[in-house]
């Protein structure tokens, strides 16, 4: 039982480089969420998908794309990385419509822009 | 927008002992759902415990429970009987229908030996 599986677990890029960070979920949840995590600063919405077909912005989107390619897949591009996006990057999952038992986590994605 | 806050950065616990993490939120909502979260070094987020708004008991999970004051907007975690595993970086988070968890700024606690 996996739950929520990221890729890569660390990324170390230069300023200007692209990359995808893949999430995947196998408890057929409809939403699915990238959040990152900074010091002092809790864990910020980056976007989310309600459902399959949908995604939207969240806080902090500038910089981010995301694709919903399935049910269980949700990625997150960033198409040209900036010293800024150094951060750990979460993706998560939840049952819409079943608010309130929290979402479930992947182990997170290590990621240095230098 | 809601906001959770935070207001302790770091705090500190003898094993054995209790102690309290604070929180508090702003919404306009009447029907929300509150959790605390914990990170440990693996960066895993563990939910530790929820409570429903509509609900005036006092959730409780083993050594874990929470004071949830509604009129104040406060909901606080209690680590009775800490224990070296307790360790870890606690999050405070808030959902209600229409947005999604907003998580507060975390509290680093330290449990000595």
Not at chain 2, 92 to 109: D, I, K, P, V
Request: net charge neutral; charged share 15%.
């Amino acid at each position: 039982n996996a739950g929520v599986t990221q890729t890569p677990k660390f990324q170390v890029l230069k300023t200007g480089q692209s990359m995808t960070l893949q999430c995947a979920q196998d408890m057929n949840h409809n939403s699915m969420y990238w959040y990152r995590q900074d010091p002092g600063m809790g864990l910020r919405l980056i976007y989310y998908s309600a459902s399959e077909g949908t995604t939207d912005k969240g806080e902090v989107p500038n910089g981010y794309n995301v694709s919903r390619l399935n049910k269980r897949e949700f990625s997150l591009r960033l198409e040209s990385a900036a010293p800024s996006q150094t951060s750990v990057y979460f993706c998560a999952s939840s049952d819409w419509g079943w608010m309130g038992y929290g979402y479930t986590f992947g182990s997170g994605t290590r990621l240095t822009v230098v | 927008a809601q906001t959770v806050t935070q207001s302790q950065p770091e705090m500190s616990v003898q094993e054995a002992e209790t102690v309290t993490l604070s929180c508090t939120y702003d919404t306009s909502e009447s029907d929300y759902y509150l959790f605390w979260y914990k990170q440990p070094p693996s960066r895993q987020m563990i939910l530790v415990i929820r409570q429903e708004a509509y609900k005036q008991q006092n959730a409780t999970e083993n050594r874990f429970s929470v004071n949830f004051q509604k009129a104040a907007k406060s909901f606080s975690l209690k680590i009775s009987d800490s224990q070296l595993g307790d360790a870890a970086m606690y999050f405070c988070a808030y959902e209600t229908s229409g947005s999604r968890l907003t998580f507060g700024e975390g509290t680093q606690l330290t449990v000595n030996p």
